[in-house]
């Protein structure tokens, strides 16, 4: 079946540095969503990415999705801390009404 | 606007007692629902989904059980809990036909089993 695989599992910041996490998935999808889980909330939606090669902005996150349409990254520049929490990959195949979400990247950051 | 609703927020049940968590869909018509398990730090695990009103998919063999009574109610049981069924529950929508439909979660429900 399908899967997404994110990585890493865990990613300790330095409040103003950047960092990156990556999301991977065995077979070609539609299109990539990404959501944010704040600790003891419920995952956000923050973007979805549909065509191949896109790359969309929204302030200091930048997310995108490969030429392949099976690989996806977001990068977030000059962490703060509002940006703690976990970061949720999820993709689906055509005309699926499944969602695959991948195991998330946990986000700590050190003022 | 669309919100949606979930409770209860916690419950703490004994081991051999049966469940009933409620989600509830306001401000859209004939949503795509679904009910998803987290297990602490841990991903998202699709439990079920149902697309219409009484169309229940399962995703994962269990002793939990969904049912659609109403467009815009889903609900998740048990009838008898263990302690693996410990977790955080949360319900989502989505409107669309598949494949880049966007899904929206609820608050959750957080389950100890003990």
Same mark, same amino acid.
């Given at each position: 079946g *399908?899967q997404?695989?994110?990585?890493?599992q865990?990613?300790?910041?330095q409040?103003?540095?950047?960092f &990156? &996490?990556y999301?991977?998935?065995?077979t070609t999808?539609?299109n990539i969503q990404w959501?944010?889980?704040?600790?003891?909330?419920?995952?956000?939606?923050?973007?979805q990415l549909v065509?191949?090669g896109?790359?969309k902005?929204?302030k200091r996150l930048?997310f995108q999705?490969?030429?392949?349409k099976?690989?996806s990254?977001l990068h977030?520049?000059a962490t703060q801390?509002?940006d703690v929490?976990?970061?949720?990959?999820a993709?689906?195949?055509l005309?699926?009404y499944?969602?695959?979400?991948?195991?998330g990247t946990?986000?700590?950051?050190?003022a | 606007?669309?919100t949606i609703? *979930?409770?209860?927020?916690?419950?703490?049940?004994p081991?051999g007692s049966?469940?009933?968590?409620?989600c509830?869909?306001e401000?859209t018509?004939?949503p795509?629902?679904y009910?998803?398990?987290q297990?602490?730090g841990?991903?998202?695990q699709l439990?079920f989904?149902?697309v219409?009103?009484?169309q229940?998919? @399962?995703?994962?063999?269990?002793?939990?059980?969904a049912s659609?009574?109403q467009?815009?109610?889903f609900?998740?049981?048990s009838?008898?809990?263990?302690?693996s069924? @410990?977790?955080?529950y949360?319900?989502?929508?989505?409107v669309? &036909?598949?494949? &880049?439909d966007? *899904?929206?979660?609820?608050?959750?429900t957080r389950l100890?089993v003990?």
């Amino acid at each position: 079946g *399908q899967q997404v695989m994110q990585i890493p599992q865990y990613q300790h910041v330095q409040e103003g540095e950047d960092f &990156t &996490t990556y999301c991977n998935s065995s077979t070609t999808l539609s299109n990539i969503q990404w959501y944010k889980q704040r600790p003891g909330g419920h995952p956000v939606f923050l973007i979805q990415l549909v065509k191949s090669g896109e790359v969309k902005k929204q302030k200091r996150l930048t997310f995108q999705f490969g030429e392949a349409k099976k690989n996806s990254s977001l990068h977030i520049t000059a962490t703060q801390t509002t940006d703690v929490g976990t970061y949720f990959c999820a993709g689906n195949l055509l005309d699926d009404y499944k969602l695959s979400f991948g195991a998330g990247t946990t986000v700590t950051v050190r003022a | 606007s669309q919100t949606i609703h *979930q409770w209860p927020a916690t419950l703490v049940q004994p081991v051999g007692s049966p469940l009933s968590l409620e989600c509830t869909v306001e401000g859209t018509s004939n949503p795509n629902l679904y009910w998803y398990r987290q297990a602490a730090g841990r991903g998202l695990q699709l439990l079920f989904y149902s697309v219409g009103i009484g169309q229940i998919s @399962s995703e994962v063999p269990q002793n939990l059980s969904a049912s659609r009574p109403q467009d815009r109610q889903f609900i998740l049981s048990s009838k008898k809990l263990l302690l693996s069924d @410990s977790g955080f529950y949360l319900c989502a929508w989505s409107v669309g &036909t598949g494949g &880049t439909d966007t *899904q929206y979660f609820g608050p959750g429900t957080r389950l100890t089993v003990l």
